[in-house]
């Protein structure tokens, strides 16, 4: 069994306990900036910055930092998006993590996690997120579609995220208008940046927010998945990690304007 489905596997064992109850958060209705618009139209690199305690690879990470705190910092730096990590067996998150930085910043919300049903989704918005995260190597064709539908109905945007050229056709087949690469193996947990460039060599046209997740840490990696199209890079443990979270952020924010002065 591997990761993403012993993940998996645990998503569907708390399935009931969601059902049996209704969200109840207290969220802060705002009206907040549209993660695709601001990443197609954008002049530099954007970052979505990740709150993330721990994960299956590293194991804790840093449970010691307050969400709304470090959220202010991703805010205060120039973040275009915050994602929020709400699995909690393996990545320590929660809904009430992400609700309170929903609740503290104006700009979008990802809510991140393994969705497997709507009622997922009717808890990333109860709580207060804008966007969803959906990972096609855990749904089929039915549940991906219907999940996104469902999620653009209840007027969430959507990060589709892939692996490989296969499932990037499965995510275009949906009509989606934001998808990630991620360069980490949800199988094995390896990393390699090259994942971005040979997705973004498939990419059919350039109304597609094209974002590279996992395996950043300096301005040479965010650099490289820039030169292939990346208008986005989805950043969490370097930042969580770092001591000095804004000029961190701010270092990854590179031009990506082509020497003609042409957005990419």
């Known amino acids: 069994m591997t990761i993403l489905t012993k993940i998996i596997e645990h998503k569907r064992s708390e399935l ?23 990443l197609l139209h954008t002049k530099n690199l954007q970052v979505i910055a990740e709150m993330k305690r721990a ?25 275009a998006c ?42 990333a918005k109860a709580a207060g997120a804008s966007v969803i995260l959906l990972i096609v190597a855990a749904l089929s064709d039915e549940q991906l579609r219907s999940l996104h539908t469902y999620a653009t109905d209840q007027n969430l945007e959507v990060l589709v995220e892939v692996h490989n050229v296969e499932e990037l056709q499965r995510a275009l087949q949906i009509g989606a208008k934001i998808v990630g690469v991620n360069n980490r193996n949800l199988n094995t947990f390896e990393v390699d940046l090259s994942h971005t460039k040979e997705i973004a060599e498939q990419l059919p046209h350039s109304n597609i927010a094209f974002i590279s997740e996992s395996g950043i840490w300096n301005v040479e990696d965010a650099q490289f998945v820039a030169n292939t199209g990346a208008k986005g890079i989805l950043v969490g443990e370097s930042l969580m990690r770092s001591g000095d979270v804004k000029n961190s952020l701010q270092s990854l924010q590179i031009d990506i304007m082509t020497k003609d002065g042409e957005i990419r």
């Open 16 to 38: 009931p306990a969601l059902f049996a109850n209704e969200p109840n958060f207290q969220t802060v209705k705002k009206q907040r900036p549209s993660l695709y618009e601001t």
């Open 55 to 79: 994960s299956p690879s590293k194991g804790d990470i840093a449970m010691h930092i307050d969400p709304v705190t470090q959220a202010l910092q991703y805010e205060e730096a120039g973040a």
């Open 82 to 123: 915050i994602s929020v990590l709400t699995e909690q067996a393996f990545f320590k998150g929660s809904f009430e993590d992400l609700n309170a930085v929903a609740n503290a910043v104006n700009i979008p919300v990802l809510c991140k996690d393994f969705m497997i049903d709507t009622v997922q989704i009717d808890y």
